[in-house]
């Protein structure tokens, strides 16, 4: 079974996500919801530059829960923001509409698919 590999999930509130996400770091985000005790992955995400201002944008969306991660660089965050979304079944099972987008001119490659070749 696939793993995101982040802590949580929380409630995707402002005081959660101000309690939980400490730092301003690049991170990976989850959002989704609880079923049967179990996490179900709906959308995943990254910032390249601070996971938790990102989630804020979240405030108040759909989703009722998130998790996430801190990433050592914007590359690791795309790099692993790119597994998830294939692991957890790309556009076909999650809400995301598309494949992450690399950042301009960065020239970054999907470590599981060719789209960027």
């Not at 201002?53 to 998130?66: I, N, T, V």
Request: aromatic residues 12%; contains cysteine; glycine residues 10%.
């Amino acid at each position: 079974m696939a793993s995101l590999g982040m802590d949580g999930p929380y409630k995707l509130s402002q005081g959660e996500i101000e309690r939980n996400v400490t730092k301003i770091s690049p991170g990976n985000y989850a959002l989704g919801h609880i079923s049967d005790s179990t996490f179900i992955v709906n959308y995943v995400g990254r910032s390249d530059d601070d996971v938790r201002e990102r989630l804020k944008d979240w405030l108040g969306s759909k989703y009722s829960d998130f998790k996430f991660s801190y990433a050592t660089s914007p590359k690791a965050a795309f790099e692993k923001e790119c597994r998830n979304y294939h692991d957890f079944g790309g556009s076909e099972k999650l809400d995301n509409d598309k494949h992450p987008q690399r950042p301009s001119g960065s020239g970054w490659k999907c470590p599981v698919c060719s789209i960027f070749d």
